[in-house]
């Protein structure tokens, strides 16, 4: 089992960054594969990238593909993602997520483990 812990979350300005944390309990983090998902008001949860296990092949949704980048810290139990060129449209609650299987899937319903969300807001 595992724990999840977001941070990082905040009020950014459009065109702006923000790193987002997810801090890990337990000695098998790098055996998940990690996901970070988000949700917008009156929105569904969707996908925004997630990291395999192993050689670390990260995934992109199209809406941030090119300016978020998601990598792993096996040795301190953290996933990050690095969120550039902010937009309005990126304001939502983030989630981490950890799966425990060599596949990714961009699919929420397969992921086990979930932290409690950090509140991202791009105001211009």
């Known amino acids: 089992q595992v724990q999840l812990v977001e941070s990082g979350g905040g009020l950014a300005q459009v065109g702006g960054s923000l790193r987002l944390s997810c801090a890990a309990s337990?000695?098998?983090?790098?055996?998940?594969?990690m996901c970070w998902f988000r949700q917008a008001p009156g929105n569904k949860r969707e996908f925004v990238g997630a990291?395999?296990?192993?050689?670390?092949?990260?995934y992109y949704a199209d809406s941030v593909r090119g300016r978020f980048t998601i990598s792993r810290d096996n040795a301190k139990n953290t996933v990050y993602l690095q969120m550039n060129s902010l937009a309005p449209d990126d304001t939502a609650v983030y989630y981490c997520a950890a799966d425990w299987s060599a596949v990714v899937s961009f699919d929420e319903f397969s992921y086990d483990y979930w932290g409690q969300g950090t509140q991202v807001t791009v105001s211009s």
């Open positions: 990291i395999s296990r192993g050689d670390g092949r990260t």
């Open positions: 337990g000695r098998t983090f790098s055996m998940y594969a």
